[in-house]
């Protein structure tokens, strides 16, 4: 069964942050790489066209708008989390997942394995929470490791009971 690994990316109040390096890191490391529509999106015009075209991604959306059809990025467009259970049951690897949106299919659905939370040293303020759509799986979390990164980020990873 593989296991699917979500990025948080926040300030120390919670609030949304880009992720860096580290997500891109892990991103190489996986198997494939789980997106929301919003952070596809997001990913697509920031780098003006599509810098992962050697990692299989997979984009949950309402919609099909593939922007990067000859990069190997498929859309979910049905029933998310019956391709999602159903991508996890088959093999074994890890999926890496990073976007609001897909936080809250794979942990209202009880989806994710691990989530990796790396805070920023400042405080946004604001109302724009990193995870404002989760509604709870009803999991136990502990935490695994907490480490500092860059001699101002922490690192937090936590892991289902």
């Given at each position: 069964?593989k ?9 120390i ?18 198997d ?5 529509e ?13 810098p ?26 049905g ?9 996890k ?16 299919v ?31 799986d ?24």
């Amino acid at each position: 069964m593989k296991q699917i690994t979500l990025y948080v990316y926040q300030t120390i109040d919670g609030c949304a942050a880009r992720a860096d390096k580290q997500v891109d890191d892990a991103i190489l490391k996986a198997d494939c790489l789980l997106l929301d529509e919003e952070t596809y999106l997001d990913v697509f015009m920031n780098h003006l066209g599509w810098p992962l075209a050697e990692k299989e991604t997979f984009v949950v959306a309402q919609a099909d708008c593939n922007l990067t059809e000859k990069e190997g990025v498929q859309f979910i467009t049905g029933d998310a989390v019956a391709e999602l259970s159903r991508m996890k049951a088959a093999g074994d690897g890890v999926m890496v997942a990073y976007g609001e949106r897909i936080a809250a299919v794979l942990l209202n659905s009880g989806l994710a394995d691990e989530i990796v939370v790396v805070t920023l040293p400042k405080v946004a303020g604001g109302e724009e929470k990193a995870l404002r759509h989760i509604t709870g799986d009803g999991a136990a979390w502990v935490v695994r490791s907490c480490k500092v990164l860059d001699g101002e980020k922490v690192r937090t990873v936590y892991g289902r009971v």
